[in-house]
């Protein structure tokens, strides 16, 4: 993409192109590569370094790093196994032999036992003295197979992203987002998303006070360059969350594409008047030559599930600004000038409240029929509440089932009490 933009006169800037980028957006993959490019390193070197290795040399680079030289990458930084630290297995540890977790499960089982026995010995029915037995005790809670699973596939991932971050911090001469901006006149910001609130985190010179809103953007400019590109590539399942300390708490963040997917409201904020976009996010079409995906396996359907999911979200994303740009370039074209016209034309008065009474109603109708707005209709939103993420979705006996229908009849009344009024 940026040597395509190159050959048509577009460049980073300090690269004497005409035109000159000053402010890069990175995110995931993409805040690697924005980090190699403010740091000098052009698309012929990157080239060139992933070509010149001996083929031992991707799985074990031994070679020697250095600050501005492209040296030393390889498998074992890009895929390291996730042995846990100290401070994780300790954790591990207390967590199995913490005895009142257990405690709910403990007592469920005898509950059921001391039901179960006598009426399976009373009756000799298996199956009917289990019935029998969760009828009767529907309000005692046990463990369901969603938290079995939790318990006991408790890992957070198969790799980390510790190694990419040391890879970065030993080749890049400059590490730092403050010192990159003075030296270079470019801003560079690193997306990454935290894993335990649903909000974006900018990495950047920028600084933002600390919010309690989990879902507001908070920019932060405390850590390097290095870390945060380490922060954005913690794709779920395969990278292990990034724990960073920002402002002496403990933070955990993940792939910068889970929230806002492309981050355009970073330049935006900032003043831009041009943002080139360009992602990777693309689903597979069905191809007669490659087939249905179903064919190809677990990994393929898991990545183009999200990949449906982020092209998806792209796509609304522009569908929304094409139609809000619609709207406004329609007041500047000759169509515009014409509806208007008539408009003056039929309205022969000097009734000033009337003109503007009309002329409101027309631009309300146009703008309603170019945003696809139906004044008849409205919504009302109820989302579940936040509790039902530590429910067993897949339980199907009758009380944990009630569980989940009250959760959601409860926060549905509160809702609808707090947010609505409803005309009987």
């Known amino acids: ?101 257990f405690s709910s499960l403990v007592n469920d ?14 009756t000799g029915d298996l199956e009917g003295s289990m019935e029998k037995v969760l009828e009767d005790y529907a309000d005692v809670d046990y463990f369901g197979i969603e938290n079995f699973l939790r318990e006991f596939l408790s890992f957070s991932a198969f790799s980390n992203t510790d190694r990419i971050e040391k890879y970065l911090e030993d080749i890049l001469e400059i590490n730092d987002f403050h010192q990159l901006r003075r030296k270079k006149g470019i801003d560079f ?18 600084k933002t006070p600390y919010t309690a809103d989990p879902w507001a953007d908070r920019w932060i400019d405390t850590v390097p360059i290095s870390t945060a590109c380490a922060a954005s590539c913690a794709l779920p399942v395969i990278y292990r969350p990034k724990k960073i ?23 935006r904020q900032n003043g831009a008047d041009l943002i080139i976009i360009s992602h990777t996010l693309e689903p597979y079409r069905y191809q007669e030559k490659k087939g249905s995906l179903v064919e190809h396996g677990l990994i393929t359907i898991l990545i183009q599930s999200a990949y ?48 503007k009474k009309t002329l409101t109603e027309f631009l309300e109708e146009k703008v309603c029929e170019m945003l696809q707005i139906d004044l008849n209709l409205q919504y ?10 530590w429910m067993d979705h897949f339980n199907i006996f009758p009380h944990y089932m009630r569980k989940l229908v009250n959760s959601g009849y409860n926060r549905a009344k509160q809702i609808l009490k707090e947010n609505y009024i409803l005309i009987k």
């Open 1 to 101: 993409m940026l040597k395509a933009l190159e050959e048509e006169g577009i460049g980073i800037k300090g690269s004497g192109a005409k035109f000159e980028i000053d402010e890069i957006v990175g995110s995931s993959a993409g805040s690697l590569f924005g980090a190699f490019i403010t740091n000098g390193f052009s698309d012929e070197t990157i080239a060139r370094f992933l070509a010149d290795k001996s083929f031992i040399r991707y799985f074990i680079n031994p070679a020697r790093r250095e600050k501005g030289k492209m040296y030393g990458l390889s498998y074992h930084d890009v895929f390291p196994p996730n042995v846990p630290d100290m401070e994780q297995l300790l954790h591990t540890l207390k967590r199995f032999t913490d005895l009142k977790r």
């Open 109 to 122: 089982v005898n509950e059921y036992a001391r039901a179960f026995i006598p009426e399976f010995m009373r």
């Open 189 to 206: 910001y690193v997306i990454a998303s935290e894993l335990d609130r649903p909000r974006k985190a900018i990495f950047g010179h920028k």
């Open 245 to 267: 300390i920002i402002e002496g708490e403990k933070t955990y963040f993940i792939d910068g594409e889970v929230k806002k997917t492309l981050s355009t409201h970073v330049p």
């Open 308 to 355: 449906i999911l982020v092209a998806q979200k792209i796509r609304s994303a522009w569908a929304n600004y094409s139609i809000r740009r619609q709207v406004y370039d329609y007041l500047g074209t000759q169509q515009f000038q014409d509806d208007l016209e008539a408009i003056v034309k039929d309205l022969a008065t000097d009734d000033k409240e009337k003109f």
């Open 380 to 389: 009302i939103y109820l989302p579940s509440s936040s509790d039902i993420f």
